[in-house]
């Protein structure tokens, strides 16, 4: 039965993961012009400055500010309410000095001229845009706005589950699974999510991961022993000869040093398939 399920899994994962991703949060809007999700918060789900950030990242997503000349007329995408006029948007000068950044460290200098130079300079001030204009100025950070959180189809990986990061060095993207399972179950997962268990051998491609993972913990990689022979297979199909020959039939990555100076040490075993570790998957990217 084991077998059967490998070479199952084995057919379906020759399959790219790449697709188009269209679904973000129920209470987003995809718009595909910017390639990217929007939710407009208002009326009863205003914010401070602050509390706009902060929801945002609750909601996986970040503080909406346009990031080119036009990206500012989406506000009118998410309501057409002629109440809606003036929005917080995800530039502020928190130390009070005029240096205008974006949440996310851009120093922006098409607002740098709305600073007022006979403000509080202890005071923080945040940017207000109009939502039928465009146009920026200067307002209290304590005042409570509506603002609007943007979530960015992921550049690289073929899925908005942020728990995937993108390796420059294999031009893969890898999540590390921490909750415990089978080896099979571990595979059933990684399909669902678009990918498989990850295949990464080679020292460029184990490097790019292993500070994802726990040093000492065991993690099930995509390799299993096919019997009655000896030898291990990855999930593509490869033979691959970095496993001991004992009784257990599952690849296992192991870090065991931590050590940053030196690098990190790692050491691929075996370990029982029906027993439970977590996992790494990997995903393949759009290009």
Known sequence: ??????????????????????????????????????????ADDVGTW?????????????????EDVDEWQIARNLSDSPDLEGIFVGVHDELGRGDLLSFDGHFLPEFSELHVNNQDDSEPKC?????NTGRYNIGSCKNRRPFI??????????????????????????????RETTWVDAMHTCYMEGGILSTAIHISEINDILYMIKVGQQFFMGFRRILPHNDFYSVRGEKIDIFPRNAENCGVVVVNN??????????????????????????????
């Not at 706009?52 to 996986?60: P, S």
């Not at 940017?127 to 939502?131: A, E, I, L, Q, T």
Request: proline fraction near 2%.
């Open 1 to 42: 039965m084991f077998d059967q399920l490998f070479i199952y899994f084995l057919g379906i994962t020759v399959v790219s993961a790449s697709h188009n991703v269209n679904f973000f949060r129920r209470d987003y809007i995809f718009l595909e012009e910017y390639n990217a999700f929007y939710k407009l918060h208002w």
């Open 50 to 66: 602050d509390e706009a950030f902060l929801a945002c990242d609750h909601e996986g997503a970040s503080f909406f500010y346009p």
């Open 127 to 131: 940017v207000v845009m109009s939502v």
């Open 149 to 178: 959180c943007k979530k960015k189809d992921n550049e690289y990986c073929p899925t908005i589950d942020s728990g995937y990061i993108y390796s420059k060095t294999t031009k893969k993207c890898y999540k590390v699974h921490k």
């Open 258 to 287: 931590n050590d940053y100076n030196n690098g990190r040490n790692f050491i691929y075993s075996t370990h029982d398939c029906n027993r439970t570790l977590p996992f790494i998957c990997e995903l393949n990217v759009k290009f």
